[in-house]
């Protein structure tokens, strides 16, 4: 249906690893104020691409963290939310 291997060679991933570079300019945003310049970038972008990252709950019942980094990118820019200095809710340490 969606022609998914069971395994990829050396060099497929070799390949991939290749083209899987990110060529534009990396901006970390770490203060309220970065975050507004780059989201009146962002909001003037067609296409964005988006990821979180967090530290793991392991164990039954654990509770879950909170995101520590967001990424929103576009093909020419990617902006690194530290949202443990920015805050989460626009308040520093929330």
């Known amino acids: 249906m969606f022609g ?26 770490d203060t309220i104020e970065k975050a507004e310049n780059a ?13 979180s990252e967090w530290k793991p ?9 909170k995101a520590a980094l967001i990424q929103i990118s576009t093909h020419t820019d990617a902006y690194l939310f530290h949202t443990n200095k920015i805050g989460r809710n626009g308040q520093n340490g929330c």
Do not use: C, W
């Open 39 to 51: 989201l009146k970038f962002l909001m003037s972008e067609k296409i964005v691409g988006f990821d």
């Open 57 to 65: 709950t392991f164990g039954k019942g654990g509770r879950y963290s």
């Open 4 to 29: 998914f291997k069971e395994k990829i060679s050396k060099r497929e991933i070799a390949q991939i690893e290749n083209q899987a570079i990110f060529k534009g300019r990396i901006h970390p945003i």
